[in-house]
């Protein structure tokens, strides 16, 4: 799957941020909202070339659960309002592989939410539909 951005077409990639401008921006306790609503707010961000993410605490929303998103998923950056938009529901991060501290370095789990959110996984968001 591709989408159109700034006039060219690229395939996704799950941990590299789409826009680059606020890159320089610590989005530490910036609110996350998915397409459907807010999940709660942003422990930690990392800005490594190809492996970024976010992890994100959702509060009591899924019990106190976090959650690791690939950079691929941030639609926008609120800088006034603090806030970071993801093109994904809440349902579709809600049922994503669980994390736990010891997995935030471990290539099998990344390459398990890569899957989950990549093209055609129950994560995925195609821009183009809708879904």
Do not use: C
Not at 13 to 29: A, F, G, I, K
Not at 48 to 66: A, C, H, Q, R
Not at 99 to 113: V, W
């Amino acid at each position: 799957m591709t989408y159109q951005s700034t006039g060219t077409t690229t395939r996704w990639q799950p941990w590299t941020y789409r826009e680059r401008s606020w890159q320089d921006v610590d989005l530490t306790d910036f609110k996350i909202e998915a397409t459907d609503g807010e999940i709660g707010k942003i422990d930690q961000a990392t800005y490594e070339l190809d492996g970024s993410y976010l992890i994100v605490d959702t509060g009591p929303w899924i019990f106190g659960k976090k959650v690791m998103l690939p950079a691929g998923v941030v639609n926008a950056v609120d800088l006034e309002n603090r806030l970071v938009l993801v093109d994904r529901t809440k349902e579709q991060i809600k049922n994503a592989p669980e994390l736990n501290d010891d997995m935030l370095h471990s290539p099998e789990y990344r390459e398990r939410i890569g899957m989950y959110y990549g093209e055609e996984g129950p994560g995925w968001y195609d821009r183009t539909r809708g879904f």
